[in-house]
Structures are given as structure tokens and as C-alpha cells.
């Protein structure tokens, strides 16, 4: 079983999220101010995986420790890389963030 959480900067986390819970984050993510601009969510199998976005839209993706900076081009793009790391499709988000 896959574990998984969502945290937004700002300290509110909860555990074992969908889909309906990232479109939730983006929304709450356009009010929050530039300090606490920002949610994370992580998925947990043999490694921790996460991706995080600010409010300017940057992300980041965390694979095994390996960082990678990334401009999604809008809001749909990052709800589609949260729905592949979800669906525990790293290898397709590697590939699309390099």
C-alpha cells in the first residue's frame, strides 16, 4: 500500500489525499500570502517522493533525494504531475521535468 500526504506551508497536512484534495490546495494556494504560498505532497513507497508548488508556480520535484526545479506552463499541468505521482507514475514525471 502506498502512503501519501498533502502539507501546505502554512502547516495544515492530511493524509492518504486524491485528486479532490490537490484541486483543493491550488485553490486555497492562490489566497494564501508569498510566506505561507506554497503545499507539498508526498508519496511514500520504498523511497519519499514529493512535489511542491508556489504560489508563483514554480515547483520542485523530490525523488530519492534528487532535486529538480520545473516551470509548469498553467495549473492544469500541475494537477496532471500531482495525478502521475498519485498514481506512482515517477518515471513519467522525470521525464517530463528534465
Known amino acids: 500500500m502506498t502512503e501519501n500526504y498533502i502539507q501546505y ?4 497536512q492530511k493524509d492518504n489525499i486524491d485528486e479532490k484534495n490537490i484541486i ?33 508556480l514554480s515547483l520542485m520535484v ?9 516551470q509548469p506552463k498553467d495549473w492544469n499541468e500541475v494537477i496532471e504531475l500531482y495525478k502521475l505521482l498519485l498514481a506512482g507514475e ?5 521525464e517530463r521535468v528534465k
Open 9 to 12: 506551508a502554512g502547516g495544515y
Open 24 to 56: 483543493q490546495a491550488i485553490s486555497d494556494l492562490q489566497l494564501m500570502d508569498e510566506e505561507h504560498g506554497a503545499f507539498w505532497v508526498s508519496v511514500i513507497t520504498d523511497d519519499e517522493n514529493v512535489i511542491e508548488v508556489n504560489k508563483d
Open 62 to 70: 523530490i525523488f530519492a533525494g534528487k532535486q529538480t526545479k520545473y
Open 90 to 94: 515517477s518515471d513519467i514525471i522525470l
